[in-house]
Protein backbone atom coordinates (compact mmCIF):
# COMPACT_ATOMS: atom_id res chain seq x y z
CA UNK A 1 0.00 0.00 0.00
CA UNK A 2 1.09 3.27 -1.03
CA UNK A 3 1.29 6.47 1.16
CA UNK A 4 -0.35 9.59 0.08
CA UNK A 5 2.17 12.44 -0.81
CA UNK A 6 2.15 15.18 1.30
CA UNK A 7 3.96 18.85 1.78
CA UNK A 8 5.38 19.20 4.49
CA UNK A 9 5.09 22.23 6.97
CA UNK A 10 6.99 24.59 8.71
CA UNK A 11 5.77 25.07 12.01
CA UNK A 12 6.04 27.63 14.04
CA UNK A 13 7.15 27.49 17.59
CA UNK A 14 3.64 29.14 17.85
CA UNK A 15 2.28 25.91 16.65
CA UNK A 16 4.59 23.65 18.17
CA UNK A 17 3.97 24.44 21.63
CA UNK A 18 0.55 23.93 20.72
CA UNK A 19 0.53 20.33 19.13
CA UNK A 20 2.89 19.78 22.94
CA UNK A 21 -0.35 21.06 24.59
CA UNK A 22 -2.55 19.30 22.80
CA UNK A 23 -1.75 15.43 21.67
CA UNK A 24 -1.96 13.88 24.50
CA UNK A 25 -4.80 11.31 24.29
CA UNK A 26 -5.39 11.99 20.87
CA UNK A 27 -5.28 10.05 17.52
CA UNK A 28 -2.88 11.85 14.51
CA UNK A 29 -5.94 12.11 12.26
CA UNK A 30 -8.36 14.03 14.82
CA UNK A 31 -5.14 16.62 15.85
CA UNK A 32 -4.82 17.49 12.80
CA UNK A 33 -8.19 18.51 12.35
CA UNK A 34 -8.22 20.53 15.41
CA UNK A 35 -4.88 21.84 14.31
CA UNK A 36 -5.84 22.99 10.66
CA UNK A 37 -9.21 24.72 12.68
CA UNK A 38 -7.07 26.47 14.95
CA UNK A 39 -4.37 27.60 12.86
CA UNK A 40 -6.24 27.86 9.43
CA UNK A 41 -3.59 24.95 8.13
CA UNK A 42 -3.87 22.15 5.75
CA UNK A 43 -1.64 19.49 7.13
CA UNK A 44 -3.02 15.78 7.20
CA UNK A 45 -2.39 12.92 9.91
CA UNK A 46 0.90 12.23 8.47
CA UNK A 47 1.91 15.37 8.37
CA UNK A 48 1.57 15.45 12.15
CA UNK A 49 2.90 12.22 12.69
CA UNK A 50 6.13 13.38 11.12
CA UNK A 51 6.44 16.35 12.87
CA UNK A 52 5.86 14.34 16.09
CA UNK A 53 8.50 11.72 15.95
CA UNK A 54 10.92 13.96 14.81
CA UNK A 55 10.93 16.04 18.09
CA UNK A 56 10.02 12.90 20.15
CA UNK A 57 6.68 14.15 21.09
CA UNK A 58 4.14 11.50 21.87
CA UNK A 59 0.91 11.30 22.40
CA UNK A 60 0.34 8.52 24.74
CA UNK A 61 -1.64 6.18 23.04
CA UNK A 62 -0.12 3.32 23.55
CA UNK A 63 -2.32 0.58 21.97
CA UNK A 64 -1.68 -2.37 24.58
CA UNK A 65 -3.10 0.02 27.27
CA UNK A 66 -6.10 1.02 25.94
CA UNK A 67 -9.23 -1.91 25.18
CA UNK A 68 -11.68 -1.55 22.65
CA UNK A 69 -14.34 -0.37 25.25
CA UNK A 70 -12.06 2.35 26.37
CA UNK A 71 -11.20 3.60 22.62
CA UNK A 72 -14.38 3.58 21.71
CA UNK A 73 -15.38 5.96 25.22
CA UNK A 74 -12.58 8.25 24.44
CA UNK A 75 -14.12 8.65 20.94
CA UNK A 76 -17.52 8.93 21.80
CA UNK A 77 -16.43 11.75 24.89
CA UNK A 78 -13.58 13.91 23.26
CA UNK A 79 -15.30 16.36 21.71
CA UNK A 80 -15.60 19.77 23.90
CA UNK A 81 -13.64 18.72 26.76
CA UNK A 82 -10.07 19.02 27.58
CA UNK A 83 -7.33 16.55 27.80
CA UNK A 84 -7.71 16.16 31.29
CA UNK A 85 -10.76 16.16 31.81
CA UNK A 86 -11.04 13.44 29.60
CA UNK A 87 -8.20 11.29 31.20
CA UNK A 88 -10.58 12.02 34.23
CA UNK A 89 -13.48 10.26 32.45
CA UNK A 90 -12.00 7.64 31.36
CA UNK A 91 -10.46 6.71 34.84
CA UNK A 92 -14.22 6.97 36.66
CA UNK A 93 -15.14 4.58 34.02
CA UNK A 94 -12.82 2.10 34.05
CA UNK A 95 -10.59 2.54 37.14
CA UNK A 96 -7.52 3.33 35.35
CA UNK A 97 -4.79 6.01 36.40
CA UNK A 98 -3.98 8.08 32.83
CA UNK A 99 -3.62 11.93 32.87
CA UNK A 100 -3.07 14.43 30.71
CA UNK A 101 0.85 15.57 30.09
CA UNK A 102 1.61 18.70 28.99
Excluded at 40 to 61: E, F, H
Aim: hydrophobic residues 25%; without cysteine; proline residues 1%.
Amino acid sequence: MNKPKYKRHNYTEEEVEWLKENVYGVRHEELARRFNERFGTNVNRYNIRNMLKRRGIKNGLNQSDLTKEMKQFIFDNYKGISNQELADRVNKEFGTNFNARK
